[in-house]
Structure formats: structure tokens, C-alpha cells
């Protein structure tokens, strides 16, 4: 449990880091097309909304509970992607400490 402990909190360090680095870009830049990373979505938004969608569709999952829409806007501002991660991240944190050793 202290190594999957330690493997999350670096993940919310990085994407912390990410998220902070994408707040200074323009629109223009979170939505121009890409292939840097080879995922799939086509703008770093887009990325970023995925990291912060999955964050809550694993969380819905360990909680048994159905999976909702994907988020409405993709066009989501960065805070807003942030406030998603945020929240998704928190709850998956305190359900983690929530388990046996």
C-alpha cells in the first residue's frame, strides 16, 4: 500500500506540474493539433481533460458506482480541468487511505 501511496502522490505532483504549465498557455495552443504524444486526442486540451476524466471514471469504478457522460464542454478552461482533477484526485486519495494495509 505505501508503494501504490507513493506512485500517486508523484502522479498528482506531475500532474499538478502539467496543469500549472498548461494555465499559461494561450487558447490557441491548449486547441492546436498535435501527434507529440501519440494518445489519441488530437490538442493538449483534450489531454487534459482525458487525465482528469479518468481520475473520476477509475474512482466511480473502485466505488462500484455507473459511470457518467463524459464532461459537456470540451472546451473547457484549464481551472476548470484543474477543479475536475482536483476533485477526482481527492476522492481517489482518500478512498486509497481508506484501505486495509
Do not use: C, Q
Request: glycine share 4%; charged share 30%.
Amino acid at each position: 500500500m505505501e508503494t501504490l501511496r507513493e506512485a500517486f502522490v508523484f502522479n498528482d505532483w506531475a500532474t499538478r506540474k502539467l496543469l500549472d504549465e498548461a494555465a499559461g498557455l494561450a487558447d490557441a495552443e491548449l486547441d492546436r493539433p498535435h501527434d507529440l504524444f501519440r494518445t489519441g486526442f488530437p490538442t493538449l486540451r483534450a489531454t487534459l481533460l482525458h487525465i482528469a476524466e479518468i481520475e473520476r471514471r477509475w474512482l466511480d469504478r473502485w466505488h462500484g458506482r455507473p459511470e457518467g457522460p463524459a464532461p459537456a464542454d470540451p472546451h473547457a478552461s484549464t481551472v476548470a480541468v484543474r477543479e475536475r482533477w482536483e476533485a477526482a484526485a481527492a476522492g481517489r486519495n482518500a478512498f486509497v487511505d481508506a484501505l486495509p494495509p
